[in-house]
């Protein structure tokens, strides 16, 4: 998608949501990029930690480790949808 049609997008947003509303739908987008930053910054220092302790408890079991691709999958799925939860609750007030 190039400029052109994000700039056909936004107006046409404008023009059905009004300037208000459009407002607190990137108000909740910009609450949901920070509720991925933090999350990011919580699942790097949960499996720094976990792979350390688990390094130091290496017992010989075979167990799944999950990575950082992984996380951050995770992390950005729940980020995504709390920033969309927040942004229909801020247009359906």
């Known amino acids: ?28 987008v910009g609450q949901g990029v920070d509720e991925f930053i933090k999350a990011t ?6 499996v720094a ?11 010989g079991e075979d167990r799944p480790r999950y990575g950082f691709k992984f996380w951050l999958i995770v992390a950005l799925g729940v980020a995504a949808m709390c920033g969309a939860a927040l942004a229909l609750r801020e247009l359906l007030q």
């Open 1 to 28: 998608m190039g400029w052109p049609e994000i700039i056909g997008v936004l107006i046409i947003l404008v023009v059905m949501f009004g300037a208000r509303h459009i407002a607190q739908l990137f108000k909740g």
């Open 49 to 59: 930690r976990r792979w350390e302790t688990e390094s130091a408890e290496d017992d």
């Open 41 to 46: 910054r919580q699942v790097d220092s949960e």
